[in-house]
């Protein structure tokens, strides 16, 4: 296991950006696919992206493509959320997670806390 902390996250206008980090401890970072997910208020925990152990590859929610990009820095055991463009309806606590290279919560295994991102009209 991993232990994830989340950090970056705050309030901003729409049409802003944000980088999210995500620092991990261990030294079996590397092994483990990371995802962002969030989850906004009376909502399901949702997919935002997701990258491969090596960063080779990515996959992004629809809903953030093109606007989001998910990288990794595994010699220093980070992964990133660039956010630009940001709506209101990406208002969300926003997740780290180690795992699985995939679009579901339940095949992570460790999550951070979680940071508020809050876009205001």
């Known amino acids: 296991q991993v232990q994830l902390v989340e950090s970056g996250g705050g309030l901003v206008q729409a049409g802003g950006s944000l980088r999210l980090s995500c620092a991990a401890s261990?030294?079996?970072?590397?092994?483990?696919?990371m995802g962002w997910f969030r989850q906004a208020p009376g909502k399901e925990r949702e997919f935002v992206a997701t990258?491969?152990?090596?960063?080779?590859?990515?996959h992004y929610a629809d809903s953030v493509k093109g606007r989001f990009t998910i990288s990794r820095d595994n010699a220093n055991n980070m992964v990133y959320l660039q956010m630009n463009s940001l709506k209101p309806e990406d208002t969300a606590v926003y997740y780290c997670a180690a795992g699985r290279f995939s679009t579901y919560p339940s095949l992570y295994d460790d999550w951070g806390q979680g940071t508020q991102v809050t876009v205001s009209s």
């Open positions: 990258i491969m152990l090596s960063g080779g590859n990515t």
């Open positions: 261990g030294r079996t970072f590397s092994r483990y696919a």
